[in-house]
């Protein structure tokens, strides 16, 4: 499994010398499977550049969304394979009490915001609530969970080839819990991390930000080091950066998430900042057999 | 993979815990999953000492009691009512903590609905005739 991080900033695009080595675009990352399946996880901004990167566009694609907050979504109708008729894509994302996935999508993908509306996009294009049980994807089992943000939110969980990748953008488990005490099946988003070979999870604000921003759906670094620990995941990547953050801001940051991570008992190299373009390639594992005798 | 509780009985846990209010939680199945420490003071054993407790259990570790005194059967309770039904239910009773004292309480209780079905039912008790329900 090939991850690429195409947009790895939260809230807002933000361009700009002072954020060039993490990147300015919003949420998405690039996942080649096994098989040579494709998922992009979210559509922000970064979809663009994966769509352009793609040198031969696949005949069916996944986007697998967390949630519809524009900062989730709006590299959508950017999305090059979105304008080619030989293209599928099926686009999945969290059931709401209120309105389809389509319905609710096509409030953005519509006049006055759009040019275009989903139903004059050339590709076949689906949509479908994300079932409560595992499903399959090509060589992957994907399995999502509703977890703590603000509307009906998802994160997720593939595993293909025995490696196993979590991805929760925008999340915040620590609202009025103590993600160290609490039993595991109380912690939001617990269960998709859990032993993942790579976990991709929000760490948008320095501890001394979070005060201002509690209840706003998203984490301290504290309460990103504290979930990573109780997930035990082999590599976490902080994610979702805020807008507000430079680079010079950032590689603060990740230097205390290191030295943090290495009082806590962790290796100190485990832990990255999400970079924009950067790239993880997540080991296929022999599983071994249950021998049935 | 382990599996998380549903997201709402995770955000209702996280509420109820900050709460003054004594309150119950119970899943879709009707297990007693969770009570916060208001209700603790109010049955005299916190939860942590108790744990999860069965459905078709918990009721009778508490009484509960009708105004003559008589068990009220568990069907009737209005936690088993909003999990069962999927309605609100609201009922006056009598609740006997662990040293035997008995308190009169007002209960209201309405299920926690999600676009899954329901997940559980949230319980709130109202000490009877006082104006805070934190009992303070």
Same mark, same amino acid.
């Given at each position: 499994?090939?991850?690429?991080?195409?947009?790895?900033?939260?809230?807002?695009?933000?361009?700009?010398?002072?954020?060039?080595?993490?990147?300015?675009?919003?949420?998405?990352?690039?996942?080649?499977?096994?098989?040579?399946?494709?998922?992009a996880?979210?559509?922000?901004?970064?979809i663009?550049?994966?769509?352009?990167?793609?040198?031969?566009?696949?005949?069916?694609?996944?986007?697998?969304?967390?949630?519809?907050?524009?900062?989730?979504?709006?590299?959508l109708?950017?999305f090059?394979?979105?304008?080619?008729?030989q293209?599928?894509?099926?686009?999945?994302?969290?059931? #709401?009490?209120?309105?389809?996935?389509?319905?609710?999508?096509?409030?953005?993908?519509?006049?006055?915001?759009?040019?275009?509306?989903?139903?004059?996009?050339?590709?076949?294009?689906?949509?479908?609530?994300?079932?409560?049980?595992?499903?399959?994807?090509?060589?992957?089992?994907?399995?999502?969970?509703s977890?703590?943000?603000?509307?009906?939110?998802?994160?997720?969980?593939?595993?293909?080839?025995?490696?196993?990748?979590?991805?929760?953008?925008?999340?915040?488990?620590?609202?009025?819990?103590?993600?160290?005490?609490?039993?595991?099946?109380?912690?939001?988003?617990?269960?998709?991390?859990?032993?993942?070979?790579?976990?991709?999870?929000?760490?948008?604000?320095?501890?001394?930000?979070?005060p201002?921003?509690?209840?706003?759906?998203?984490?301290?670094? #504290?309460?990103?080091?504290?979930?990573?620990?109780?997930?035990?995941a082999?590599?976490?990547?902080?994610?979702?950066?805020?807008?507000?953050?430079?680079?010079?801001?950032?590689?603060?940051?990740?230097?205390?998430?290191?030295?943090?991570?290495?009082?806590?008992?962790?290796?100190?190299e485990?832990?990255?900042?999400?970079?924009?373009?950067?790239?993880?390639?997540?080991?296929?594992?022999?599983? #071994?057999?249950?021998?049935a005798? | 993979?382990?599996?998380?509780?549903?997201?709402?009985?995770?955000?209702?846990?996280?509420?109820?815990?900050?709460?003054?209010?004594?309150?119950?939680?119970v899943?879709?199945g009707?297990?007693?999953?969770?009570?916060?420490?208001?209700?603790?003071?109010?049955?005299?054993?916190?939860?942590?000492?108790?744990?999860?407790?069965?459905?078709?259990?918990w009721?009778?570790?508490?009484?509960?009691?009708?105004?003559a005194?008589?068990p009220?059967?568990?069907?009737?309770?209005?936690?088993?009512?909003?999990?069962?039904?999927?309605?609100?239910?609201?009922?006056?009773?009598?609740?006997s903590?662990?040293?035997?004292?008995?308190?009169?309480?007002?209960?209201?209780?309405?299920?926690?609905?999600?676009?899954?079905?329901?997940?559980?039912?949230?319980?709130?008790?109202?000490?009877?005739?006082?104006?805070?329900?934190?009992?303070h």
């Amino acid at each position: 499994m090939k991850v690429k991080l195409w947009g790895t900033r939260g809230s807002i695009p933000s361009p700009g010398p002072e954020t060039i080595r993490y990147g300015g675009n919003t949420s998405c990352v690039g996942v080649t499977l096994a098989d040579g399946s494709m998922l992009a996880l979210d559509a922000g901004t970064g979809i663009r550049s994966l769509g352009l990167a793609l040198a031969q566009e696949p005949a069916r694609l996944h986007i697998l969304l967390t949630h519809l907050h524009l900062d989730h979504i709006q590299g959508l109708v950017f999305f090059a394979p979105a304008f080619q008729p030989q293209t599928e894509i099926v686009i999945w994302g969290p059931a #709401s009490p209120e309105a389809s996935l389509r319905d609710r999508i096509a409030r953005y993908i519509s006049a006055p915001l759009s040019p275009v509306e989903v139903r004059e996009l050339p590709c076949d294009v689906s949509f479908r609530h994300c079932p409560q049980s595992e499903w399959e994807i090509g060589s992957a089992r994907i399995s999502a969970a509703s977890v703590s943000h603000r509307g009906p939110t998802l994160g997720y969980r593939i595993d293909d080839g025995g490696s196993s990748l979590a991805y929760i953008p925008d999340h915040e488990p620590a609202l009025g819990a103590d993600l160290d005490s609490l039993e595991e099946d109380w912690i939001s988003g617990l269960g998709l991390a859990r032993n993942a070979s790579l976990l991709i999870h929000d760490g948008q604000y320095a501890d001394a930000e979070y005060p201002d921003h509690v209840g706003w759906g998203h984490s301290s670094l #504290s309460h990103a080091l504290s979930f990573a620990r109780r997930a035990e995941a082999e590599r976490t990547v902080l994610f979702h950066h805020d807008p507000m953050h430079s680079d010079e801001r950032l590689d603060r940051l990740s230097e205390e998430a290191r030295e943090r991570w290495g009082a806590m008992g962790g290796n100190p190299e485990a832990i990255d900042l999400a970079v924009e373009r950067a790239e993880y390639e997540l080991p296929t594992r022999m599983v #071994s057999a249950i021998s049935a005798t | 993979m382990t599996t998380q509780k549903p997201l709402e009985l995770i955000l209702a846990r996280n509420l109820m815990s900050a709460l003054s209010t004594p309150a119950f939680l119970v899943d879709e199945g009707g297990v007693l999953v969770f009570y916060n420490e208001a209700a603790g003071a109010l049955l005299g054993k916190r939860f942590e000492e108790l744990g999860t407790v069965g459905a078709e259990e918990w009721g009778s570790l508490f009484g509960p009691f009708d105004e003559a005194g008589e068990p009220i059967p568990y069907d009737e309770l209005p936690l088993v009512v909003a999990v069962r039904n999927g309605r609100p239910a609201h009922a006056d009773l009598q609740i006997s903590s662990a040293d035997g004292t008995r308190h009169r309480v007002e209960v209201s209780a309405f299920p926690i609905l999600t676009p899954h079905g329901s997940q559980g039912a949230i319980a709130v008790f109202w000490p009877a005739g006082s104006s805070n329900g934190a009992g303070h």
